[in-house]
């Protein structure tokens, strides 16, 4: 009697970011290979630590430390790895298109993470740095100390040269100017730069720092980064970006700062492809079912930045983080390997805010931890790198936690 060999259901993952590496290794866990094939798509070989590159980009931790070989996290033996750029997706055929060929796919689990949102201001795509990823970061560390080098080397007052400016005052901006504030009287003392020449200023459009965050906390914020040196300009939208500087909008005035440093850390939106691929979408993103599935496919899974979830409470989305990502990817893990085996036991996702710690500098930080408990100082630097930790070790056990954790606790 001839056995016909069923074709086993093809699982393909885009992306290798928070919700995308997290949802392969739950994954790999609970699929046999026999089962399925798992194919991860990914740019570059590594998985990075996004919400580690405003240290990178200020210099005050290596790069190496932030990412993390794939290899050392997903087991080939139980899923193929791609390392290739995605074009296109096509899910009426299944299709996905790569920089360098096509695949098929029953099961398509979408993390593409984020793109800059540049709010159509004059100049920015080609004056402004972006901390985005590895290259991006390396190139604003790189960038910022080559130009701390040339202060004494040019003649005239280049005081444009040591001047940083930040776009941007959420989480991103802040975390960066803490680092920076930190890293600057290093850059001064290797460079022979009078450190009261520097400045470093944050420009933000709306009435506040940290939109969202506790009146208290974002208090605490701004009296400790100012205390390093750290200049803010609140309610104060930028107009264009120059070759020269930033053009701003004072009080109805426009007025330039001059900079060769403009680090643009003021918006995200979801990865373009998405919207662009026919997905039913909501502000770029695919506004998901409880299961995490799009809204006209039941066999498209979307996690991370590319999917948005609306707060009930609030009547907004909740944010796009790393934490939220990694909480996806258990129901979408869960759920996909239900789908692939034909089942309906499928989880509905539930957002669980643990809290949130926004560092100002190493051995600074304050945030919300616990539903409503506040941290501030170094018990909440402590706590941040708790959080980092504890993410390494879910990701590849104690292995990985000692080779790429934070353990400077105590300088």
């Not at 795509?125 to 100390?145: C, M, P, S, V």
């Given at each position: 009697?001839?056995?016909?060999?069923?074709?086993?259901?093809?699982?393909?993952?885009?992306?290798?970011?928070?919700?995308?590496?997290?949802?392969?290794?739950?994954?790999?866990?609970?699929?046999?290979?026999?089962?399925?094939?798992?194919?991860?798509?990914?740019?570059?070989?590594?998985?990075?630590?996004?919400?580690?590159?405003?240290?990178?980009?200020?210099?005050?931790?290596?790069?190496?430390?932030?990412?993390?070989?794939?290899?050392?996290?997903?087991?080939?033996?139980?899923?193929?790895?791609?390392?290739?750029?995605?074009?296109?997706?096509?899910?009426?055929?299944?299709?996905v298109q790569l920089e360098d060929g096509e695949l098929e796919y029953d099961y398509l689990v979408v993390a593409l993470?984020?793109?800059?949102?540049?709010?159509?201001?004059?100049?920015?795509?080609?004056?402004?740095?972006?901390?985005?990823?590895?290259?991006?970061?390396?190139?604003?560390?790189?960038?910022?100390?080559?130009n701390f080098a040339r202060f004494n080397n040019e003649p005239g007052d280049r005081e444009d040269l040591i001047t940083i400016v930040i776009g941007g005052a959420g989480f991103t901006g802040i975390e960066f100017a803490g680092e920076i504030a930190n890293r600057v009287p290093e850059l001064c003392k290797e460079y022979d730069v009078d450190r009261d020449k520097v400045r470093i200023i944050t420009v933000e459009a709306g009435p506040s720092a940290l939109p969202g965050f506790d009146p208290e906390l974002v208090e605490y914020a701004m009296n400790r980064l100012e205390a390093k040196g750290v200049e803010f300009m609140v309610g104060t939208p930028i107009k264009e970006a120059t070759v020269d500087g930033v053009v701003v909008e004072r009080d109805g005035q426009e007025e330039e700062i001059k900079t060769k440093n403009f680090i643009w850390a003021a918006g995200v939106k979801a990865n373009s492809i998405v919207e662009q691929s026919g997905f039913e979408v909501n502000r770029g993103k695919v506004e998901v079912r409880d299961d995490l599935r799009a809204p006209d496919y039941d066999n498209v899974i979307v996690v991370g930045d590319c999917s948005l979830i609306m707060n009930e409470e609030t009547g907004r989305p909740y944010p796009p983080t790393a934490q939220n990502a990694i909480q996806q990817s258990a129901v979408a893990a869960h759920n996909i390997k239900e789908l692939a085996r034909g089942g309906n036991d499928l989880q509905t996702y539930e957002f669980n805010n643990m809290g949130t710690v926004a560092s100002l500098g190493h051995d600074d930080a304050m945030g919300v931890v616990f539903g409503d408990k506040k941290l501030f100082g170094w018990s909440a630097s402590v706590m941040k790198k708790v959080i980092d930790n504890r993410y390494l070790l879910k990701l590849g056990g104690i292995g990985l936690l000692l080779k790429k954790g934070k353990f400077n606790i105590f300088h």
């Open positions: 009697m001839e056995v016909i060999k069923m074709k086993k259901p093809r699982i393909v993952i885009l992306g290798a970011g928070y919700g995308g590496i997290m949802t392969t290794v739950k994954l790999q866990k609970m699929v046999g290979t026999n089962e399925v094939d798992i194919t991860l798509v990914n740019k570059h070989d590594y998985h990075y630590q996004t919400t580690w590159l405003h240290e990178n980009s200020a210099g005050t931790i290596h790069q190496d430390q932030t990412r993390i070989p794939i290899k050392d996290v997903v087991d080939f033996n139980k899923v193929n790895f791609v390392q290739d750029t995605v074009v296109s997706i096509d899910p009426k055929a299944q299709k993470g984020f793109e800059t949102a540049t709010f159509g201001i004059k100049g920015l795509e080609e004056h402004a740095f972006n901390i985005t990823n590895i290259n991006n970061a390396r190139l604003i560390r790189d960038h910022i100390e080559y």
